[in-house]
């Protein structure tokens, strides 16, 4: 007997982004302990580093609700208010992609600074360790290379499992109890193809008028594995758990 099983609507999805919402396992864990011991930051600063997909986001929002700072998109700093957002702990995300960019490098310096002289405490995400960043303003360059980081894990099974969970109930659907199961054993250990197949599987879904369920996922999974030059998870793997 499958769970309770529903036909997938065309809404959007809608993420939640609450503690409660988070879920907690050795692969995150210790970005979570960081997150929630703000006072310890060296200088007052800290670099999250994680893919995309990882969670950086919705960890950002955990502590900027819980801090009551503000978040900032770095592709938004060339319009934004400096001096008001320094006013309180700040959160920049996705700095590393505007490598390059002069206006909004200089803006993310000048943000860097302020926040800091204010006495707040910074918060920066980021997919990859700022040595790879390639910004063109060394000053700002050296401080994101000299700030404390920490990084998100690939996902292990249980943080895999969770985390379908959420994308699923982000999309309003309600996965036949075998599926989530299915997936971890079966996709890639990575939270891009996570993001993919529950994408995947909503537009499945809605195109057939049918519920989620195991085949359907076989299906998907499939295809999308078809995509990619590496083998799936569970065959890459096999000579490491043997």
């Not at 692969?27 to 995309?52: F, H, Q, R, Y």
């Not at 490598?99 to 990859?128: I, S």
């Not at 040595?131 to 996902?155: I, N």
Request: glycine share 6%; aromatic share 4%.
């Amino acid at each position: 007997m499958t769970g309770p099983q529903q036909l997938p609507l065309p809404l959007p999805a809608r993420p939640a982004l609450g503690r409660e919402d988070y879920f907690v396992s050795p692969a995150n864990a210790m970005a979570v302990a960081m997150i929630d011991t703000c006072d310890s930051w060296s200088g007052g600063k800290l670099l999250l580093i994680g893919p995309e997909g990882a969670g950086k986001t919705h960890l950002a929002h955990v502590w900027a609700a819980e801090t009551r700072a503000k978040v900032v998109s770095a592709r938004d700093l060339d319009k934004a208010d400096i001096p008001a957002l320094a006013e309180g702990p700040v959160c920049i995300e996705d700095l590393d992609e505007i490598a390059g960019d002069a206006t909004r490098e200089q803006q993310a310096f000048h943000l860097h600074n302020l926040t800091l002289a204010n006495r707040h405490a910074l918060l920066v995400t980021a997919a990859m360790p700022p040595a790879r960043w390639g910004l063109a303003l060394p000053d700002l360059q050296s401080r994101m290379e000299g700030t404390q980081s920490v990084t998100l894990g690939p996902p292990d099974d249980a943080l895999l499992a969770a985390l379908l969970a959420k994308l699923f109930a982000d999309r309003q659907i309600v996965p036949a109890r075998a599926v989530i199961p299915y997936l971890v054993r079966h996709m890639r250990r990575s939270f891009d193809t996570a993001a993919r197949v529950v994408a995947a599987l909503d537009a499945a879904a809605l195109s057939a008028r049918k519920p989620v369920t195991q085949p359907l996922a076989a299906a998907a999974l499939a295809e999308i594995h078809a995509g990619f030059d590496e083998t799936p998870r569970d065959m890459s793997l096999k000579s490491c758990r043997d």
